[in-house]
């Protein structure tokens, strides 16, 4: 090999390690406390209750006097605000309760990293022992619907009514994932992840899971790269990713329900897509379904307004005032 050209070769691969040390430095993102994400993801109403050997990040509001809350349950890798404005129009008629669940938000990882379902639907159980709420109306997203049907069918003097919003129950075939989901199931490459996380992949899972991409902004992703980087959320993930629930078996369960549930859908959900919400509404008696033309698989987030008027009705709560 002559001298010119080992001096090229040399270049290029010295070109290619600077290049690649400097996307690992723009990438790079470690754990950060819990005390340092607080002041921005945790001002009042939030309160942390003790609970399963957990801080839970809850926040409680609305009538005290109300003798059926609404509890909200947020999706994989989400928070409690995720139902911001579906709280900002309940809260003036009903008392609402939402939580980061185990694993996820400020609420962090579950002392002994179970993240099956059965733990879920327990910690919801004990989550109202806790609050003393003996009836409740019961909301979830994704994830959040699974537990929350599943509490239902478990506990069905304690769930009056269910609201499930793009809700796990059927076996999944996504016709697309998140790409932060897909990396999370691969075992091997938690090391990795779990110390690597660009903003840049955040936002790209956020547009994927909306039917209308331009809608998500960067406060939107912020939240949710910020609460992704909580202390050991990222672990949480990966474990919660190795739990296989038998979803066929889970939902020959579904058609025991027999309470009063409104099925909301995205019509763009790519994740669940909407012949779910038409095989619950098959499977429950009774139950209503309104799909949302043009959003995806967080409809509750991508146009609270709109979704919120139909759990109003629902629940016979006067819509909100129409404004000039």
Do not use: C
């Amino acid at each position: 090999m002559n001298a010119p050209f080992s001096t090229a070769l040399l270049a290029v691969l010295l070109a290619l390690l600077a290049a690649f040390a400097a996307a690992l430095a723009w990438s790079w993102a470690p754990d950060r406390g819990v005390d340092t994400l607080k002041a921005r993801w945790a001002p009042a109403p939030s309160q942390f209750v003790t609970l399963q050997g957990m801080q839970v990040h809850l926040r409680d509001e609305g009538p005290r006097d109300d003798p059926t809350p609404i509890v909200l349950i947020h999706g994989t890798s989400a928070s409690l605000h995720t139902w911001d404005g579906w709280v900002a129009a309940l809260s003036p008629h009903r008392r609402v309760i939402r939580m980061d669940l185990p694993g996820f938000g400020l609420t962090g990882p579950a002392a002994d990293a179970d993240y099956s379902m059965a733990r879920y639907t327990g910690f919801m159980r004990e989550l109202l022992d806790l609050l003393k709420l003996n009836e409740v109306v019961m909301a979830g997203n994704s994830l959040g619907g699974g537990i929350a049907w599943q509490t239902a069918l478990a506990h069905p003097t304690r769930v009056r009514q269910l609201v499930l919003v793009d809700a796990t129950g059927y076996p999944l075939q996504p016709q697309s994932m998140p790409i932060g989901f897909r990396l999370a199931q691969i075992a091997w490459l938690a090391p990795v992840t779990q110390k690597i996380l660009p903003r840049s992949m955040i936002e790209a899972s956020v547009r994927n899971v909306y039917g209308q991409p331009d809608k998500v902004s960067a406060d939107l992703v912020d939240r949710y790269y910020e609460l992704t980087l909580r202390e050991g959320n990222r672990a949480s993930l990966t474990q919660r990713f190795q739990y296989r629930s038998n979803d066929a078996v889970l939902a020959g369960q579904i058609s025991q329900l027999s309470l009063p549930t409104l099925i909301l859908w995205g019509s763009k959900d790519r994740l669940i897509p909407p012949d779910h919400a038409q095989r619950f509404q098959q499977a429950i008696a009774g139950s209503e379904l309104q799909v949302f033309e043009g959003l995806g698989h967080v409809p509750h987030e991508e146009d609270p307004e709109a979704t919120v008027q139909a759990v109003k009705r629902f629940l016979s709560l006067p819509p909100a005032l129409i404004r000039n």
